[in-house]
């Protein structure tokens, strides 16, 4: 079953807590993609990569880093330095196939107890 | 990325079609019209995208404007299940334009 997958579901950080949200897929795409979703709100981009061992920062990148060791997953580490992470995380990936359109994962949601 | 209109709520009855419209008059040359829908709580899912030619597949039809300044998305015979917000973004392909920008989207109701 070809697609994205995210894990966990839920995730709970509790104050001072680096946590990691996983990002995997077998597309065999290049490209991936971090967003961030808040309630009513549209998607915003935290990192994205264009290829192995090499990635970028989007438009709110402070507080969140990122590896890109193999083709397939592309984690994203919320840390403490974020002050605000409770959101949707959303995981996209792309390839030069139909336009370099992107698919979504089904999300993370992070909740800070 | 051109910006995009698209109104803020649809209603439509179960087995009709529904017909959701978007504005992007600031469309350049090389842009595409992409749909994304979201059910609640779940990940966008692409559903169609074109340059300037009418476009179809197994989910939806697209319907773009000669001028290329606005398009629809039909949904033949809709189905309790299509209720989302359905989001229209417009982006260049193939180049540096990486970001999709999601606005508010039209939140379409399909009611029973």
């Known amino acids: 079953d070809g697609g994205i997958t995210q894990s966990p579901k839920y995730l709970f950080r509790k104050e001072g807590q680096n946590v990691t949200l996983s990002c995997e897929q077998n597309?065999?795409?290049?490209?991936m993609y971090w967003y961030r979703q808040d309630p009513g709100q549209g998607l915003r981009l935290i990192y994205y990569?264009?290829?192995?061992?090499?990635?970028q920062k989007g438009d709110i990148a402070e507080g969140y880093s990122v590896s890109r060791e193999k083709k397939e997953s592309f984690p994203l580490t919320v840390t403490s330095a974020q002050k605000n992470p409770t959101a949707f995380y959303l995981c996209?990936?792309?390839?030069?196939?139909?336009?370099?359109?992107?698919?979504f994962g089904p999300g993370t949601r992070l909740l800070v107890l | 990325d051109a910006k995009t209109t698209q109104p803020t709520s649809m209603d439509c009855a179960e087995g009709r079609a529904a017909n959701l419209p978007c504005n992007h008059s600031?469309?350049?040359?090389?842009?595409?019209v992409y749909w994304y829908r979201q059910i609640h709580s779940q990940g966008p899912q692409y559903i169609i995208h074109?340059?300037?030619n009418n476009e179809t597949n197994e989910m939806a039809s697209l319907i773009i404007t000669e001028d290329r300044k606005s398009s629809t998305l039909i949904l033949p015979h809709a189905t309790l299940r299509d209720t989302a917000v359905y989001y229209c973004i417009v982006r260049a392909i193939y180049g540096s334009n990486y970001k999709l920008t999601f606005g508010k989207g039209t939140l379409l109701t399909v009611n029973p």
């Open positions: 990569s264009q290829i192995v061992n090499d990635f």
């Open positions: 074109g340059l300037k």
């Open positions: 597309l065999n795409h290049d490209a």
């Open positions: 600031t469309i350049s040359g090389n842009e595409y």
């Open positions: 996209a990936s792309s390839g030069r196939e139909r336009g370099e359109t992107q698919y």
